[in-house]
């Protein structure tokens, strides 16, 4: 997975953010990966808050686990500091996250929990 392509490659996984990427595009004249899911990270926080779309949030936590384990060193920087660092924000919503997270997800988590000292 290449960060040069991943907005792509998520919007065709989770076509329901196609319009959130198209109007991003429209903003920024170009696809600018962390503030993409940094614009994503509200749909996010309420797929997993609210804990009624289970399939779909185990959906969205394979993707990050492909991130974690199959992206180059800018995509998992992405995860950790625009996506996992968000999720940390609220100790509540981070213990949900924790439920759904993979091995690779969770120590990225972890890592940057500690990074900012929340741990």
């Known amino acids: 997975m290449e960060y040069k392509d991943l ?4 919007t065709d996984e989770f076509e ?4 959130v990427l198209q109007e991003h595009i429209q903003f920024n004249g170009e696809i ?3 503030v993409f ?5 509200d749909y996010f926080i309420e797929l997993i808050g609210k ?6 949030i185990m959906e969205l936590f394979n993707f990050l686990e492909q991130m ?3 992206g180059d060193d800018d995509v998992t920087e992405l995860l950790s500091v625009t996506i996992l660092a968000r999720l940390g924000d609220s100790k509540k919503l981070l213990k949900t996250a924790y439920k759904y997270m993979d091995s690779e ?3 990225a988590s972890n890592e940057i929990e ?4 929340r741990t």
């Open 7 to 10: 907005a792509i490659h998520f």
């Open 16 to 19: 329901e953010y196609k319009p």
């Open 32 to 34: 600018l990966n962390h």
């Open 37 to 41: 899911f940094g614009e994503c990270n």
């Open 51 to 56: 804990e009624k779309d289970i399939p779909k």
């Open 68 to 70: 974690a384990t199959s």
């Open 105 to 107: 997800t969770r120590k």
């Open 114 to 117: 500690r990074f900012w000292g």
